[in-house]
């Protein structure tokens, strides 16, 4: 489970008091059980060419804070109750900003009351002594928006959190090419929109050629109006028109920069696009005319998605969510066969996949599974899905089902078609399909092998290495078998177990011993083996080890040590097992 | 599995009348497979494992245990223990759970080396390069209480460290759900240690059975170590109680190792290779009464199993007459 924060509580089956627009997917006209095989958009490539294409909506949430408290005090579709809504109190959340508990945000009820950010916390009490006053959790306030980004990759593989100011919530959706599966981008944002609005949030959204136009705009143009609506953009030229009447802060400024600029007489960005580029630069640095020229689009601004863009996916929306596991490997198989179809018409097999299953209440799953060698068998991929969902049992709550499920393949590698030698490899295909599997089930950490390394230390000699990060060398000799060796036990304790051992002398070996309560007379014995921690790995070495082969009276074989040495090392030397022959 | 893919054209029937020995009795198996298959065709029935897979047998080196361990009537070439099977290896204590664990290692790559030399014709020597990769799987509490398998001692088993690969699964169930997943898979594994605790419910008469089942059919050799396990019922093909031994340090490896000096003073202080007391308990279709425990020694050099002592009635540990034994056997 790469993620499972704990985004939406689960919606109420039937709203009470609805009078808003219910939670229905008939609401809007959603491509119902279409299924439509994506290939990502290209995250940059081709920017320079196309930059007329790119289209951008950026998603301001202004009440995220307070939205979060609302959510979790009634539910989380208060926004759709109107008695509830009505009842909002004033509430806002404090900081401390320079040694004084400041306002950082407030809820709209609070906006109403001549409150602003930046007013210190006693002159609101004194004002409004009755209002709700919160300590800022900025914490989990990141956590919820991480939540709807994950949410929001319904829309697009592209979702940035945009991070230009601090304290501001904000998404950045980079739709090109997505928008069409959702019946035009205005109907994209009017979904995404109304969807966070039915979950409780406060959300603007802009579109716009540009991520800067599209920040500016979800931010100051409809700042009266009401929430969820969306501004668009159509075009390069018709930024500047829309964006000149906006203030300055909305270029993404610096305070500091905002009020300098504001001496001079420059409020709005048509007053400062007007004025000569050269004194500005001199004065106000280079800062000032790059924000202006991205916003504009005479520079390039490349958005940086959370999650790595998949080279290829499959997804289908669902008209009825789905619950059942043998429903979710249905549709899982179903889409695994559209993307080998996909992947053998570009020649690729997949090293690693994703499945992203979105539950209706906003929560999304990303499970992975890698494969050991490229693959583009729909069987295998289900199989290999299979285990992962049988891994899970415990962690996965399908609630009240899942909307729209997804297949990425995140990884890829070149597979020629139906690549097989004359030297067994069918053989190989079981074994490096078995792996898979069993990586997929008990998780790739708990498979390894062992690697030797060239030390004397018992506990380093061997490496654990994940079994699928080995690498066979056909021609890899068997010199090491040459030196077969008694010396090392078989079985070794990952920490020395302390036994209580008597020596006939000093620095001889133990005559008797006792190891998990049970006394054990030596008979043979071999030794010493002096190992000595390498003074020149850490600063402060262990003590010397003399390492003995006892056999016991019974017959069994024990490798066990002294740590220290008499008289040079400690006074009282401590005796340990490190291990078992056999 | 899809029953049918294993049945090869029954172009035996052509074949000379003076193949060989081992060939004859594979044929013969192989005939008896067919004839199952048109059987149940006949029938209208589906073909059970049963029907279509055959016993593969490889000898584990001593000549004694192979005669007890394969029925009577078989030729001497076909005698040995059973290859695509599950076998089990109990220890009592705790102390000893190397020993299981060494006799239950030196018994895999035995029956995984016979079984390449019988079907492709090649030695897997020194090493263990051309067999593919063992599986061990040990949850974590195994590993905590017995110690892990460490690699620098693993060569003495002929087992090179990259060529263990090391399951943890978190539950009991996860480890028989990855032992049923190997113990289904041809070829990927030369042989499977399950290593467990006592007699869980999870690893009972069915559940064995099952494995045992997929390990015929997959041909992949099962070894189920249980650690401080009693004598219960399985649907192992053998079980086999190792209890330790105290190594004999005169015989041919001793010789490897101190070179040639035979009669060394000290020699009787030191330790030898492995050596284990067996006691097959459970055999199918052997005579019980002759199973009396024996003193095997593994041969590092060899990589093979040598008797150290013959059966005696009583089961003994002290070797106090086993170097005449052996100084018998070895003669």
């Not at chain 1, 081709?46 to 939205?67: G, M, N, Q, V």
């Not at chain 1, 300590?135 to 990141?142: I, W």
């Not at chain 1, 996949?353 to 990303?366: E, I, N, P, S, W």
């Given at each position: 489970m790469t993620n499972a924060l704990p985004f939406l509580p689960n919606l109420p089956d039937h709203p009470q008091?609805?009078?808003?627009?219910?939670?229905?997917?008939?609401q809007k006209p959603m491509p119902d059980a279409e299924l439509e095989l994506v290939s990502a958009p290209?995250?940059?490539?081709e920017s320079a060419t196309s930059k007329e294409t790119r289209r951008y909506l950026a998603i301001h949430l202004p009440t995220l804070p307070t939205d979060r408290i609302s959510r979790l005090q009634g539910?989380?579709?208060?926004?759709?109750?109107a008695k509830q809504a009505d009842q909002e109190r004033p509430r806002i959340v404090v900081a401390k900003i320079k040694n004084a508990i400041r306002l950082v945000h407030l809820n709209e009820q609070a906006t109403q009351l001549s409150l602003s950010a930046g007013m210190s916390l006693t002159d609101a009490k004194a004002a409004y002594p009755d209002i709700d006053v919160l300590q800022q959790d900025r914490e989990a306030d990141q956590l919820l928006l991480n939540a709807i980004a994950d949410w929001c990759d319904r829309y697009t593989p592209l979702v940035a959190i945009d991070?230009?100011?601090?304290d501001h919530y904000g998404l950045m959706l980079d739709i090109t090419g997505c928008a069409h599966l959702f019946g035009g981008e205005a109907a994209l944002a009017k979904d995404l929109l109304a969807r966070l609005f039915h979950q409780g949030f406060a959300a603007t959204g802009a579109l716009a050629p540009t991520p800067g136009a599209a920040w500016a705009l979800s931010r100051f143009?409809?700042?009266?109006?009401?929430?969820?609506g969306c501004v668009k953009i159509k075009?390069?030229?018709?930024?500047e028109p829309a964006l000149s009447?906006?203030?300055?802060?909305a270029l993404r400024l610096t305070t500091d920069s905002v009020s300098a600029l504001a001496r001079l007489g420059l409020r709005s960005i048509g007053q400062l696009s007007l004025q000569p580029r050269a004194p500005l630069a001199r004065r106000f640095g280079r800062e000032i005319l790059y924000k202006l020229d991205q916003a504009m689009g005479a520079i390039e601004e490349a958005i940086s998605p959370r999650r790595p863009v998949a080279e290829l996916m499959a997804e289908r929306r669902l008209a009825e969510p789905i619950s059942l596991e043998t429903d979710i490997e249905q549709v899982t198989q179903r889409l695994a066969r559209h993307l080998s179809e996909a992947m053998e018409r570009k020649g690729i097999g997949a090293r690693q996949f994703q499945l992203c299953l979105f539950r209706v209440d906003g929560r999304t799953f990303y499970l992975e599974a890698g494969t050991s060698r490229a693959e583009r068998d729909s069987q295998i991929i289900t199989r290999l899905f299979r285990e992962r969902f049988a891994s899970l049992q415990d962690d996965f709550d399908a609630g009240y089902g899942f909307e729209t499920i997804r297949l990425c393949v995140l990884s890829s590698e070149r597979l020629e078609l139906?690549?097989?030698?004359?030297?067994g490899s069918a053989k190989d295909d079981e074994a490096s399909q078995l792996m898979d599997r069993l990586a997929a089930r008990?998780?790739?950490?708990n498979i390894t092998r062992g690697s030797l390394e060239n030390t004397h230390l018992p506990e380093s000699a061997e490496r654990k290495i994940p079994a699928n990060q080995y690498i066979e060398r056909p021609?890899?000799?068997?010199?090491?078998?040459?030196?077969?060796?008694?010396?090392?036990?078989?079985r070794l304790f990952a920490l020395p177990e302390a036994i209580d051992a008597i020596a006939s002398v000093p620095d001889g070996p133990p005559i008797r011993f006792r190891w998990r309560k049970i006394l054990h007379t030596v008979t043979k014995v071999e030794g010493p083996e002096r190992i000595s921690d390498?003074?020149?790995?850490?600063p402060f070495p262990r003590q010397t080890r003399d390492y003995f082969r006892i056999e016991d009276d019974q017959g069994c074989r024990y490798w066990l040590f002294r740590e220290g040495l008499y008289e040079?090392?400690?006074?009282r030397p401590k005796w340990f097992l490190h291990g078992l022959f056999a | 599995m899809p029953a049918h893919a294993a049945i090869p054209v029954p172009d035996f029937f052509r074949r000379s009348q003076s193949a060989q020995n081992v060939m004859a009795k594979s044929d013969a198996d192989k005939i008896r497979a067919y004839l199952n298959r048109s059987i149940a065709g006949i029938e209208k029935r589906t073909v059970t494992l049963q029907d279509i897979q055959t016993q593969i047998r490889v000898p584990i080196g001593i000549a004694e245990i192979d005669s007890i361990l394969s029925?009577?009537?078989?030729t001497t070439a076909a005698q040995?223990?059973?290859?695509n099977a599950l076998h089990e290896i109990r220890v009592e204590?705790?102390?000893e759970a190397a020993n299981g664990a060494g006799f239950a290692l030196c018994m895999g790559l035995t029956i995984a080396r016979a079984l390449l030399r019988k079907q492709t014709g090649k030695t897997a020597h020194l090493?263990?390069?051309p067999l593919a990769p063992v599986f061990w799987i040990a949850d974590d509490f195994t590993r905590s209480e017995y110690g892990d398998f460490y690699g620098p001692g693993l060569k003495a088993y002929g087992i090179a460290p990259e060529n263990l690969i090391r399951i943890h699964p978190k539950n009991r169930e996860e480890t028989l759900w990855v032992a049923g997943e190997i113990a289904a898979?041809?070829?990927?594994?030369s042989f499977c240690l399950i290593e467990i605790r006592?007699?869980?419910?999870?690893?009972d008469l069915t559940t064995t059975r099952r494995l045992m089942l997929r390990a015929q059919a997959s041909g992949t050799p099962i070894i189920l170590l249980r650690q401080s396990g009693q004598e219960e019922a399985s649907a192992a093909a053998t079980r086999w109680h190792v209890s330790p031994a105290s190594s004999c340090n005169t015989g041919r490896n001793a010789r490897n190792k101190i070179?040639?000096?035979?009669?060394?003073?000290?020699?009787?202080q030191f330790i030898g290779p492995p050596a284990f007391t067996v006691h097959l308990e459970k055999c199918r279709?052997?005579?019980?009464?002759?199973?009396t425990p024996w003193k095997i020694e593994w041969?590092?050099?060899?990589q093979c199993f040598a008797l150290l002592a013959k059966p005696s009635r009583s089961p003994s540990r002290h070797n106090g007459s086993d170097h005449q034994a052996r100084a018998k056997t070895h003669a």
């Amino acid at each position: 489970m790469t993620n499972a924060l704990p985004f939406l509580p689960n919606l109420p089956d039937h709203p009470q008091g609805t009078t808003g627009p219910t939670i229905k997917r008939e609401q809007k006209p959603m491509p119902d059980a279409e299924l439509e095989l994506v290939s990502a958009p290209p995250a940059k490539a081709e920017s320079a060419t196309s930059k007329e294409t790119r289209r951008y909506l950026a998603i301001h949430l202004p009440t995220l804070p307070t939205d979060r408290i609302s959510r979790l005090q009634g539910n989380a579709c208060w926004r759709l109750n109107a008695k509830q809504a009505d009842q909002e109190r004033p509430r806002i959340v404090v900081a401390k900003i320079k040694n004084a508990i400041r306002l950082v945000h407030l809820n709209e009820q609070a906006t109403q009351l001549s409150l602003s950010a930046g007013m210190s916390l006693t002159d609101a009490k004194a004002a409004y002594p009755d209002i709700d006053v919160l300590q800022q959790d900025r914490e989990a306030d990141q956590l919820l928006l991480n939540a709807i980004a994950d949410w929001c990759d319904r829309y697009t593989p592209l979702v940035a959190i945009d991070h230009a100011m601090q304290d501001h919530y904000g998404l950045m959706l980079d739709i090109t090419g997505c928008a069409h599966l959702f019946g035009g981008e205005a109907a994209l944002a009017k979904d995404l929109l109304a969807r966070l609005f039915h979950q409780g949030f406060a959300a603007t959204g802009a579109l716009a050629p540009t991520p800067g136009a599209a920040w500016a705009l979800s931010r100051f143009k409809n700042k009266n109006s009401d929430y969820n609506g969306c501004v668009k953009i159509k075009t390069v030229k018709d930024i500047e028109p829309a964006l000149s009447s906006l203030p300055l802060a909305a270029l993404r400024l610096t305070t500091d920069s905002v009020s300098a600029l504001a001496r001079l007489g420059l409020r709005s960005i048509g007053q400062l696009s007007l004025q000569p580029r050269a004194p500005l630069a001199r004065r106000f640095g280079r800062e000032i005319l790059y924000k202006l020229d991205q916003a504009m689009g005479a520079i390039e601004e490349a958005i940086s998605p959370r999650r790595p863009v998949a080279e290829l996916m499959a997804e289908r929306r669902l008209a009825e969510p789905i619950s059942l596991e043998t429903d979710i490997e249905q549709v899982t198989q179903r889409l695994a066969r559209h993307l080998s179809e996909a992947m053998e018409r570009k020649g690729i097999g997949a090293r690693q996949f994703q499945l992203c299953l979105f539950r209706v209440d906003g929560r999304t799953f990303y499970l992975e599974a890698g494969t050991s060698r490229a693959e583009r068998d729909s069987q295998i991929i289900t199989r290999l899905f299979r285990e992962r969902f049988a891994s899970l049992q415990d962690d996965f709550d399908a609630g009240y089902g899942f909307e729209t499920i997804r297949l990425c393949v995140l990884s890829s590698e070149r597979l020629e078609l139906n690549e097989t030698s004359f030297l067994g490899s069918a053989k190989d295909d079981e074994a490096s399909q078995l792996m898979d599997r069993l990586a997929a089930r008990i998780g790739v950490e708990n498979i390894t092998r062992g690697s030797l390394e060239n030390t004397h230390l018992p506990e380093s000699a061997e490496r654990k290495i994940p079994a699928n990060q080995y690498i066979e060398r056909p021609d890899q000799a068997d010199d090491h078998m040459d030196d077969i060796t008694l010396t090392r036990p078989l079985r070794l304790f990952a920490l020395p177990e302390a036994i209580d051992a008597i020596a006939s002398v000093p620095d001889g070996p133990p005559i008797r011993f006792r190891w998990r309560k049970i006394l054990h007379t030596v008979t043979k014995v071999e030794g010493p083996e002096r190992i000595s921690d390498q003074w020149w790995a850490k600063p402060f070495p262990r003590q010397t080890r003399d390492y003995f082969r006892i056999e016991d009276d019974q017959g069994c074989r024990y490798w066990l040590f002294r740590e220290g040495l008499y008289e040079r090392g400690t006074d009282r030397p401590k005796w340990f097992l490190h291990g078992l022959f056999a | 599995m899809p029953a049918h893919a294993a049945i090869p054209v029954p172009d035996f029937f052509r074949r000379s009348q003076s193949a060989q020995n081992v060939m004859a009795k594979s044929d013969a198996d192989k005939i008896r497979a067919y004839l199952n298959r048109s059987i149940a065709g006949i029938e209208k029935r589906t073909v059970t494992l049963q029907d279509i897979q055959t016993q593969i047998r490889v000898p584990i080196g001593i000549a004694e245990i192979d005669s007890i361990l394969s029925s009577s009537r078989q030729t001497t070439a076909a005698q040995g223990i059973i290859a695509n099977a599950l076998h089990e290896i109990r220890v009592e204590r705790g102390l000893e759970a190397a020993n299981g664990a060494g006799f239950a290692l030196c018994m895999g790559l035995t029956i995984a080396r016979a079984l390449l030399r019988k079907q492709t014709g090649k030695t897997a020597h020194l090493g263990i390069k051309p067999l593919a990769p063992v599986f061990w799987i040990a949850d974590d509490f195994t590993r905590s209480e017995y110690g892990d398998f460490y690699g620098p001692g693993l060569k003495a088993y002929g087992i090179a460290p990259e060529n263990l690969i090391r399951i943890h699964p978190k539950n009991r169930e996860e480890t028989l759900w990855v032992a049923g997943e190997i113990a289904a898979t041809r070829g990927a594994a030369s042989f499977c240690l399950i290593e467990i605790r006592g007699h869980p419910k999870e690893f009972d008469l069915t559940t064995t059975r099952r494995l045992m089942l997929r390990a015929q059919a997959s041909g992949t050799p099962i070894i189920l170590l249980r650690q401080s396990g009693q004598e219960e019922a399985s649907a192992a093909a053998t079980r086999w109680h190792v209890s330790p031994a105290s190594s004999c340090n005169t015989g041919r490896n001793a010789r490897n190792k101190i070179g040639k000096h035979q009669t060394h003073p000290l020699m009787h202080q030191f330790i030898g290779p492995p050596a284990f007391t067996v006691h097959l308990e459970k055999c199918r279709g052997a005579n019980a009464n002759q199973m009396t425990p024996w003193k095997i020694e593994w041969n590092p050099h060899d990589q093979c199993f040598a008797l150290l002592a013959k059966p005696s009635r009583s089961p003994s540990r002290h070797n106090g007459s086993d170097h005449q034994a052996r100084a018998k056997t070895h003669a």
